[in-house]
């Protein structure tokens, strides 16, 4: 059964950083193509950044230059690193295929707040 783990939420001022780790057990991850969404409360759920099995990347305008998606196929595992995070960031982030299919994890809460 597969199960999707994300971490590395927190609450950060204007301009910092953090680090969104998502495992993904049970899975034959490398051939999947991975993406990172997230919500902000009373808002849809949106695409943040997608990864393809080969390593090519996607991301949505909000974050172009701020965010970098990445992969590690031996740990089946997918990283997002914020930099320069502005308040619209705030949002519970969650990883999944793209387009989703796998079951969605809890997700992680990121707060931007000064």
């Known amino acids: 059964q597969v199960q999707v783990v994300e971490s590395g939420g927190g609450s950060v001022q204007p301009g910092g950083s953090l680090r969104l780790s998502c495992v993904v057990s049970g899975s034959i991850f490398s051939t999947y193509i991975m993406g990172w969404y997230r919500q902000a409360p009373g808002k849809q759920r949106e695409m943040v950044a997608t990864?393809?099995?080969?390593?090519?990347?996607n991301y949505a305008d909000s974050v172009k230059g701020r965010f970098t998606i990445s992969r590690d196929n031996a740990k089946k595992t997918v990283y997002l690193q914020m930099n320069s995070l502005k308040p619209e960031d705030t949002a519970v982030y969650y990883c999944n295929r793209v387009p989703w299919s796998l079951p969605w994890g809890q997700g992680t809460q990121v707060t931007v707040s000064s």
């Open positions: 990864i393809f099995s080969g390593g090519s990347t």
